[in-house]
Protein backbone atom coordinates (compact mmCIF):
# COMPACT_ATOMS: atom_id res chain seq x y z
CA UNK A 1 0.00 0.00 0.00
CA UNK A 2 0.92 3.18 -0.71
CA UNK A 3 1.41 6.42 1.97
CA UNK A 4 1.72 9.68 1.69
CA UNK A 5 1.79 12.59 4.50
CA UNK A 6 1.48 16.44 4.80
CA UNK A 7 4.20 17.59 7.16
CA UNK A 8 4.06 20.44 9.18
CA UNK A 9 4.29 22.16 12.70
CA UNK A 10 1.43 22.50 13.44
CA UNK A 11 -0.18 20.78 11.18
CA UNK A 12 -4.15 19.81 12.81
CA UNK A 13 -5.66 22.74 10.53
CA UNK A 14 -4.26 21.12 7.60
CA UNK A 15 -7.36 19.77 5.28
CA UNK A 16 -4.54 18.14 2.76
CA UNK A 17 -5.91 14.96 4.27
CA UNK A 18 -8.96 15.31 3.34
CA UNK A 19 -8.46 16.39 0.14
CA UNK A 20 -6.47 12.72 -0.38
CA UNK A 21 -8.29 10.23 1.28
CA UNK A 22 -11.16 11.96 -0.88
CA UNK A 23 -9.61 10.72 -4.26
CA UNK A 24 -8.24 7.79 -3.02
CA UNK A 25 -11.90 6.68 -2.13
CA UNK A 26 -13.16 7.60 -4.79
CA UNK A 27 -10.49 6.17 -7.81
CA UNK A 28 -10.35 2.60 -5.47
CA UNK A 29 -6.59 3.03 -4.98
CA UNK A 30 -5.38 1.44 -2.10
CA UNK A 31 -3.55 4.26 -0.13
CA UNK A 32 -2.95 6.48 2.78
CA UNK A 33 -2.49 10.12 4.01
CA UNK A 34 -1.39 10.94 6.72
CA UNK A 35 -1.02 13.94 9.43
CA UNK A 36 2.52 14.57 10.90
CA UNK A 37 3.79 17.03 13.44
CA UNK A 38 7.25 17.36 12.63
CA UNK A 39 8.65 20.36 15.01
CA UNK A 40 11.50 22.20 13.45
CA UNK A 41 14.54 20.61 15.50
CA UNK A 42 13.29 17.23 13.86
CA UNK A 43 12.72 18.11 10.59
CA UNK A 44 15.96 17.81 8.53
CA UNK A 45 16.31 13.96 10.22
CA UNK A 46 12.32 13.11 9.25
CA UNK A 47 12.57 13.94 5.96
CA UNK A 48 16.24 11.72 5.69
CA UNK A 49 14.11 9.32 6.68
CA UNK A 50 10.48 9.97 5.05
CA UNK A 51 11.82 6.59 3.14
CA UNK A 52 12.27 4.17 5.41
CA UNK A 53 9.21 5.17 7.38
CA UNK A 54 7.23 3.74 4.15
CA UNK A 55 6.28 7.30 2.46
CA UNK A 56 6.55 7.09 -1.48
CA UNK A 57 6.43 11.16 -0.85
CA UNK A 58 4.43 14.27 0.75
CA UNK A 59 3.51 17.35 1.45
CA UNK A 60 5.10 20.10 3.67
CA UNK A 61 3.53 23.10 5.25
CA UNK A 62 4.89 25.79 7.14
CA UNK A 63 7.39 26.56 8.49
CA UNK A 64 9.34 23.60 6.76
CA UNK A 65 9.26 24.60 2.67
CA UNK A 66 12.77 26.09 3.02
CA UNK A 67 14.14 22.78 4.47
CA UNK A 68 12.17 20.63 2.12
CA UNK A 69 13.65 22.51 -0.99
CA UNK A 70 17.07 22.33 0.79
CA UNK A 71 17.13 18.80 1.47
CA UNK A 72 15.71 17.15 -1.78
CA UNK A 73 18.12 15.81 -4.34
CA UNK A 74 16.51 17.49 -7.39
CA UNK A 75 14.01 20.69 -7.77
CA UNK A 76 11.83 21.41 -10.64
CA UNK A 77 11.83 25.04 -11.41
CA UNK A 78 8.67 26.50 -10.08
CA UNK A 79 9.86 25.45 -6.50
CA UNK A 80 13.43 27.03 -7.32
CA UNK A 81 12.18 30.11 -8.77
CA UNK A 82 9.71 30.69 -5.55
CA UNK A 83 12.30 28.76 -2.92
CA UNK A 84 10.58 26.70 -1.16
CA UNK A 85 8.98 23.04 -1.64
CA UNK A 86 5.23 21.85 -0.95
CA UNK A 87 5.48 18.93 -2.76
CA UNK A 88 8.19 15.74 -2.53
CA UNK A 89 8.47 12.39 -3.87
CA UNK A 90 10.91 10.01 -4.68
CA UNK A 91 11.53 8.77 -8.15
CA UNK A 92 12.68 4.55 -9.05
CA UNK A 93 16.46 5.33 -7.83
CA UNK A 94 15.32 6.51 -4.64
CA UNK A 95 16.13 10.16 -5.31
CA UNK A 96 13.84 12.88 -3.61
CA UNK A 97 12.56 15.61 -5.58
CA UNK A 98 10.85 18.35 -4.87
CA UNK A 99 8.17 20.85 -6.26
CA UNK A 100 6.12 23.47 -5.65
CA UNK A 101 2.68 23.71 -6.64
CA UNK A 102 0.96 26.40 -5.26
CA UNK A 103 1.79 29.07 -8.53
CA UNK A 104 0.18 25.96 -10.36
CA UNK A 105 -2.85 25.59 -8.36
CA UNK A 106 -3.17 29.56 -8.07
CA UNK A 107 -3.24 30.32 -11.84
CA UNK A 108 -5.47 26.79 -12.83
CA UNK A 109 -8.05 28.27 -10.31
CA UNK A 110 -7.71 31.61 -11.87
CA UNK A 111 -7.69 30.56 -15.41
CA UNK A 112 -10.92 28.46 -14.28
CA UNK A 113 -12.73 31.48 -12.89
CA UNK A 114 -11.54 34.46 -15.01
CA UNK A 115 -10.19 33.09 -18.18
CA UNK A 116 -9.21 36.76 -18.99
CA UNK A 117 -7.53 37.79 -16.00
CA UNK A 118 -4.86 39.46 -17.76
CA UNK A 119 -6.88 42.35 -19.55
CA UNK A 120 -4.63 42.90 -22.15
CA UNK A 121 -1.73 43.72 -19.70
CA UNK A 122 -3.06 45.97 -17.69
CA UNK A 123 -1.69 46.18 -14.05
CA UNK A 124 -1.97 43.35 -11.46
CA UNK A 125 -1.87 44.29 -7.20
CA UNK A 126 -0.74 41.79 -4.93
CA UNK A 127 -0.77 42.21 -1.43
CA UNK A 128 1.74 40.16 0.53
CA UNK A 129 5.44 39.05 -0.09
CA UNK A 130 5.29 35.51 2.16
CA UNK A 131 5.94 32.42 1.05
CA UNK A 132 2.06 32.35 -0.81
CA UNK A 133 2.86 35.43 -2.55
CA UNK A 134 6.00 34.72 -3.95
CA UNK A 135 4.23 31.38 -5.44
CA UNK A 136 1.08 33.86 -6.78
CA UNK A 137 4.43 36.17 -8.49
CA UNK A 138 5.72 33.31 -10.34
CA UNK A 139 2.83 31.76 -11.09
CA UNK A 140 1.80 35.44 -12.67
CA UNK A 141 5.01 36.16 -14.30
CA UNK A 142 5.01 32.87 -15.95
CA UNK A 143 1.54 33.23 -16.97
CA UNK A 144 1.98 36.25 -18.74
CA UNK A 145 1.79 39.48 -16.50
CA UNK A 146 3.11 42.40 -17.50
CA UNK A 147 2.95 44.76 -14.88
CA UNK A 148 2.85 43.63 -11.04
CA UNK A 149 2.58 46.16 -8.24
CA UNK A 150 3.90 44.78 -4.69
CA UNK A 151 2.22 45.87 -1.37
CA UNK A 152 3.34 44.94 1.72
CA UNK A 153 3.68 45.71 5.52
CA UNK A 154 7.22 44.83 5.79
CA UNK A 155 7.94 47.19 2.38
CA UNK A 156 12.09 45.44 2.30
CA UNK A 157 10.47 42.12 1.87
CA UNK A 158 8.13 42.95 -1.22
CA UNK A 159 11.44 45.26 -2.52
CA UNK A 160 13.33 41.81 -1.82
CA UNK A 161 11.10 39.92 -4.51
CA UNK A 162 10.73 42.58 -6.91
CA UNK A 163 14.75 42.81 -7.31
CA UNK A 164 14.78 38.95 -7.91
CA UNK A 165 11.48 39.00 -10.29
CA UNK A 166 12.97 41.58 -13.07
CA UNK A 167 11.98 44.66 -14.34
CA UNK A 168 7.81 44.27 -14.88
CA UNK A 169 7.72 43.96 -10.72
CA UNK A 170 7.45 46.91 -8.86
CA UNK A 171 6.62 47.96 -5.29
CA UNK A 172 3.89 50.39 -3.42
CA UNK A 173 4.50 51.69 -0.48
CA UNK A 174 1.28 49.48 2.19
CA UNK A 175 -0.16 53.28 2.91
CA UNK A 176 -0.84 53.22 -0.87
CA UNK A 177 -2.44 50.01 -1.69
CA UNK A 178 -5.60 51.91 -2.48
CA UNK A 179 -4.18 54.38 -5.35
CA UNK A 180 -2.60 51.39 -6.65
CA UNK A 181 -5.60 50.29 -7.64
CA UNK A 182 -6.65 52.83 -10.11
CA UNK A 183 -6.25 51.42 -13.78
CA UNK A 184 -5.59 47.49 -12.26
CA UNK A 185 -7.44 44.40 -14.10
CA UNK A 186 -6.26 42.21 -10.82
CA UNK A 187 -6.17 42.36 -7.67
CA UNK A 188 -4.95 39.63 -5.31
CA UNK A 189 -4.49 39.87 -1.48
CA UNK A 190 -2.07 36.80 -0.79
CA UNK A 191 -0.74 38.02 3.12
CA UNK A 192 -2.90 36.32 5.98
CA UNK A 193 -5.15 39.41 6.70
CA UNK A 194 -8.99 38.29 6.55
CA UNK A 195 -8.00 34.84 7.68
CA UNK A 196 -10.26 33.42 10.54
CA UNK A 197 -8.20 34.80 13.55
CA UNK A 198 -6.24 37.48 11.90
CA UNK A 199 -7.23 40.78 11.57
CA UNK A 200 -8.89 42.09 8.33
CA UNK A 201 -7.75 43.62 5.26
CA UNK A 202 -8.13 47.00 5.09
CA UNK A 203 -8.59 48.55 1.68
CA UNK A 204 -10.42 50.87 0.10
CA UNK A 205 -11.80 49.81 -3.05
CA UNK A 206 -12.95 53.12 -4.30
CA UNK A 207 -10.33 53.17 -7.17
CA UNK A 208 -10.63 49.51 -8.67
CA UNK A 209 -12.08 49.74 -12.07
CA UNK A 210 -15.21 48.07 -12.11
CA UNK A 211 -14.16 45.32 -14.72
CA UNK A 212 -11.29 44.02 -12.39
CA UNK A 213 -11.06 40.28 -10.88
CA UNK A 214 -10.44 40.29 -7.18
CA UNK A 215 -8.70 37.10 -6.24
CA UNK A 216 -8.55 36.46 -2.17
CA UNK A 217 -5.21 33.23 -1.57
CA UNK A 218 -6.97 32.93 2.12
CA UNK A 219 -10.00 30.56 1.86
CA UNK A 220 -11.44 30.65 5.70
CA UNK A 221 -13.51 32.07 5.53
CA UNK A 222 -14.75 31.37 2.07
CA UNK A 223 -15.87 34.40 1.10
CA UNK A 224 -13.64 36.86 3.09
CA UNK A 225 -14.55 39.98 3.69
CA UNK A 226 -12.52 41.28 0.68
CA UNK A 227 -14.21 39.33 -1.66
CA UNK A 228 -17.87 40.24 -0.02
CA UNK A 229 -16.86 44.13 -0.83
CA UNK A 230 -15.36 43.54 -4.14
CA UNK A 231 -18.78 41.29 -4.94
CA UNK A 232 -20.85 43.82 -3.67
CA UNK A 233 -19.55 46.54 -6.24
CA UNK A 234 -20.00 44.00 -9.34
CA UNK A 235 -16.39 42.99 -9.38
CA UNK A 236 -15.71 39.07 -10.47
CA UNK A 237 -14.41 37.62 -7.62
CA UNK A 238 -12.16 34.19 -7.08
CA UNK A 239 -11.75 32.64 -4.00
CA UNK A 240 -8.86 30.61 -2.22
CA UNK A 241 -10.26 27.25 -2.25
CA UNK A 242 -9.94 26.42 -5.85
CA UNK A 243 -5.96 27.06 -5.25
CA UNK A 244 -6.07 24.59 -2.35
CA UNK A 245 -7.76 22.14 -4.51
CA UNK A 246 -5.22 22.38 -7.59
CA UNK A 247 -2.39 22.48 -5.55
CA UNK A 248 -2.99 19.09 -4.33
CA UNK A 249 -3.48 17.44 -7.87
CA UNK A 250 0.13 16.46 -9.05
CA UNK A 251 1.56 15.45 -5.59
CA UNK A 252 -1.49 12.50 -5.79
CA UNK A 253 -0.63 11.93 -9.35
CA UNK A 254 3.24 11.22 -8.21
CA UNK A 255 2.48 9.06 -5.09
CA UNK A 256 -0.67 6.89 -6.52
CA UNK A 257 -0.51 6.83 -10.15
CA UNK A 258 -3.80 8.49 -11.05
CA UNK A 259 -4.48 12.15 -12.16
CA UNK A 260 -7.08 13.21 -9.73
CA UNK A 261 -9.77 15.88 -10.77
CA UNK A 262 -10.80 18.95 -8.97
CA UNK A 263 -14.45 18.38 -9.41
CA UNK A 264 -17.62 20.52 -7.36
CA UNK A 265 -18.03 17.85 -5.29
CA UNK A 266 -14.76 17.70 -3.90
CA UNK A 267 -15.46 21.19 -3.47
CA UNK A 268 -18.25 20.91 -1.75
CA UNK A 269 -16.49 18.26 0.26
CA UNK A 270 -13.61 20.73 1.67
CA UNK A 271 -16.53 23.53 2.14
CA UNK A 272 -18.49 20.74 5.13
CA UNK A 273 -15.10 21.24 6.78
CA UNK A 274 -14.68 24.87 6.51
CA UNK A 275 -18.57 26.01 7.54
CA UNK A 276 -17.88 26.67 11.63
CA UNK A 277 -14.17 26.62 11.35
N1 LIG B 1 -5.30 28.89 -0.89
C1 LIG B 1 -4.18 28.21 -0.73
O1 LIG B 1 -3.98 27.11 -1.28
C2 LIG B 1 -3.07 28.80 0.09
C3 LIG B 1 -1.74 28.36 -0.09
C4 LIG B 1 -0.73 28.94 0.69
C5 LIG B 1 -1.07 29.91 1.63
N2 LIG B 1 -2.38 30.29 1.78
C6 LIG B 1 -2.74 31.32 2.73
O2 LIG B 1 -2.03 32.49 2.42
C7 LIG B 1 -1.75 33.27 3.57
C8 LIG B 1 -0.29 33.67 3.59
O3 LIG B 1 0.53 32.51 3.68
P1 LIG B 1 2.13 32.59 3.58
O4 LIG B 1 2.60 31.20 3.50
O5 LIG B 1 2.55 33.55 2.53
O6 LIG B 1 2.50 33.21 5.01
P2 LIG B 1 3.77 34.10 5.38
O7 LIG B 1 4.96 33.68 4.58
O8 LIG B 1 3.85 34.07 6.86
O9 LIG B 1 3.37 35.60 4.89
C9 LIG B 1 2.33 36.31 5.52
C10 LIG B 1 2.04 37.57 4.74
O10 LIG B 1 0.94 38.26 5.37
C11 LIG B 1 1.38 39.57 5.79
N3 LIG B 1 0.75 39.92 7.08
C12 LIG B 1 0.58 39.11 8.15
N4 LIG B 1 -0.01 39.80 9.16
C13 LIG B 1 -0.20 41.08 8.71
C14 LIG B 1 -0.76 42.26 9.27
N5 LIG B 1 -1.26 42.26 10.53
N6 LIG B 1 -0.81 43.38 8.51
C15 LIG B 1 -0.31 43.38 7.24
N7 LIG B 1 0.23 42.28 6.66
C16 LIG B 1 0.30 41.15 7.37
C17 LIG B 1 2.87 39.45 5.92
O11 LIG B 1 3.45 40.75 5.87
P3 LIG B 1 4.90 41.00 6.54
O12 LIG B 1 5.90 40.55 5.52
O13 LIG B 1 4.93 42.45 6.79
O14 LIG B 1 4.95 40.18 7.81
C18 LIG B 1 3.19 38.57 4.70
O15 LIG B 1 3.13 39.32 3.52
C19 LIG B 1 -2.18 32.37 4.75
O16 LIG B 1 -3.44 32.83 5.20
C20 LIG B 1 -2.31 31.00 4.16
O17 LIG B 1 -3.29 30.19 4.80
C21 LIG B 1 -3.38 29.77 1.02
Not at 25 to 30: C, H, K, P, Q, S
Not at 55 to 70: I, R, S
Not at 81 to 92: H, K, P, S, Y
Request: proline share 6%.
Amino acid sequence: MKRACVIGWPVEHSRSPLIHRYWLDLYGVEGAYEKEAVPPEEIKVFLRSLGVRGYAGANVTLPHKETALALADAADAAAKAIGAANTLWFDEQGRLHASNTDAYGFMTHLSEEAPDWNRGGRPVVVLGAGGAARAVLHGLLAGGAAKVLIANRSQHRAEALAKVSGPSVSVVPWSEKGKALAGCGLLINATSLGMTGKPPLDIDLALLPADAVVADIVYSPLETRLLAAAKARGNLTVDGLGMLLHQAVPGFERWFGVRPKVTPALRAHIVKSLVGA
